[in-house]
């Protein structure tokens, strides 16, 4: 399995363009998860989905992001219009979950390495 | 905001020697995992223990789990400097429903000096 794909794996911007990450989970993964990552917040969960249903997405900063899951292969995390604080990497991360008892061992992606200038 | 809490912060350490790191965590947990990730690089797996479990062994590591306090700790044995990264930990709540979330901690940035 070539893991959970993320592109592109850096982006460098403007201050004000849109932004659009992608991701792919691993084949069979019925659960995704977008996290950002910086010095000084470190870890932050921003939005994850459940069969394609955001369950929950109180992580997300503010309106200007906003995350989509067309299906069950592809997931995209947007930024409109982008600043300088976003800058960070973003990580995708897919689990297969079940049921109360799945283990929901997560598989991340290698990240996206944000720049907004 | 996040359950674990892990410490130290920062762990420096010689080659050779054992790393300890502790994470505490608030609510009742369905399983804990331990994650590794090295600079630049997404979170790998390494290691799951059960709630009804205290203690699990995979190669050079070593978890155990006190429910009781709500604590873990990751033993790393002999170390390298190839276990240089940062350390999570990660709760499952324990609830009736699973929608796979994770509860991760801070993290400890361990170093190996050769």
């Known amino acids: 399995d070539a893991g959970v794909i993320q592109s592109p794996r850096h982006e460098v911007t403007e201050m004000g363009q849109e932004v659009t990450l992608r991701c792919k989970p691993i084949s069979g993964h019925n659960s995704l998860f977008w996290y950002r990552q910086t010095m000084m917040r470190g870890l932050e969960l921003l939005i994850y989905f459940n069969n394609n249903v955001p369950i929950d997405d109180s992580g997300m900063p503010e309106d200007r992001f906003s995350a989509k899951m067309p299906n069950a292969s592809f997931s995209t995390l947007k930024i409109q219009p982008s600043e300088p604080r976003d800058s960070a990497v973003y990580f995708c991360a897919s689990s297969r979950t079940r049921d109360r008892n799945s283990y929901n061992e997560q598989f991340f992606g290698p990240g996206t390495r944000l720049t907004v200038l | ?114």
């Not at chain 2, 009804?52 to 990751?74: C, I, M, P, Q, Y």
Request: aromatic share 6%; glycine share 8%; net charge positive.
């Open chain 2, 1 to 114: 905001s996040q359950q674990g809490e892990e410490d130290p912060q920062a762990l420096s350490i010689q080659e050779g020697e054992n790393a300890t790191m502790n994470c505490s965590y608030k609510t009742s947990i369905n399983n804990l995992q331990w994650y590794r990730q090295n600079s630049g690089r997404g979170l790998v797996h390494l290691i799951l223990i059960r709630s009804n479990e205290r203690e699990k062994h995979s190669g050079r590591l070593r978890v155990t789990l006190d429910t009781s306090k709500k604590s873990s700790s990751l033993l790393i044995t002999a170390s390298r400097a190839a276990d240089t990264a940062s350390y999570f930990c990660a709760t499952v709540p324990r609830g009736s429903s699973n929608t796979g979330k994770l509860i991760f901690g801070q993290g400890t940035t361990l170093q190996v000096k050769p």
